[in-house]
């Protein structure tokens, strides 16, 4: 069975502040994709990492993927507002295969 | 360009009650993928349909079924709804790669 273990759970910080949340697994992803949903919403993608060792920035958010392409890491810098929602990194372990998620992490960033 | 739309938004049944959702996904895309997401939970996998037939399937019972139309629209079929059918549907439609994207989804509640 194919796991993805999500940390943290839930996060509450004010705007600002730097986060990182964690996202790991014993298997090996062909490649990991990270999504932002917001209530009501559909998840959204922000990024897809498909190389060991890969780091990709969107604007303050960097993304991270390990080197033997069982772990990732999403970094953001100087959170917002905005940012608040719920995110999830989603594994892939063979190419236009299903998406195995992440359990999320609620992120709320107070004023 | 439409992104991909789900029908309907939101849906009220009983337990023992058959219930159809609708996808039609994102113009282009041929492969539609279902996910059920619980309330605090990430979106876990049903199955996914390329060329009218169910390519990969999740770890749901036989009361889940499905169906994929010549126009690539697909239908989600539960039968005998359960209390713990109670989530959000999501529909997520790809083109042959693993980059997927998501409906709004198709909140259902079983009373």
């Known amino acids: 069975t194919q796991l993805l273990e999500q940390s943290p759970q839930f996060l509450s910080i004010q705007e600002g502040e730097n986060l990182t949340v964690y996202c790991n697994s014993s298997?090996?992803?062909?490649?990991l994709q990270w999504y932002r949903q917001e209530p009501g919403e559909g998840p959204v993608l922000l990024v897809t990492?498909?190389?060991?060792?890969e780091v990709k920035k969107l604007k303050r958010l960097t993304f991270q993927f390990g080197d033997a392409r069982k772990d990732s890491s999403l970094h953001i810098t100087a959170a917002q507002t905005g940012d608040t929602g719920l995110y999830l990194c989603?594994?892939?372990?063979?190419?236009?295969?299903?998406?195995?998620f992440g359990q999320g992490t609620e992120l709320s960033v107070k004023p | 360009d439409a992104g991909v739309t789900q029908s309907p938004t939101h849906l009220i049944k009983t337990r023992g009650q058959q219930v159809t959702l609708r996808c039609s996904p994102k113009?282009?895309?041929?492969?539609v993928s279902w996910y059920q997401q619980a309330l605090g939970q990430g979106p876990q996998f049903i199955f996914q349909?390329?060329?009218?037939?169910?390519?990969q399937r999740g770890n749901f019972p036989d009361r889940f079924s499905g169906h994929q139309f010549p126009n690539y629209s697909s239908e989600l079929n539960v039968n005998a709804l359960l209390l713990g059918d109670s989530a959000l549907y999501l529909c997520?439609?790809?083109?042959?790669?693993?980059?997927?994207?998501f409906g709004a989804g198709t909140r259902l509640s079983v009373l």
């Open positions: 997520a439609s790809s083109l042959r790669t693993f980059i997927q994207y």
């Open positions: 298997s090996v992803f062909s490649s």
């Open positions: 990492v498909v190389t060991g060792g």
């Open positions: 989603a594994g892939v372990y063979n190419q236009g295969g299903k998406l195995i």
């Open positions: 113009s282009g895309h041929d492969t």
């Open positions: 349909y390329y060329e009218e037939e169910e390519r």
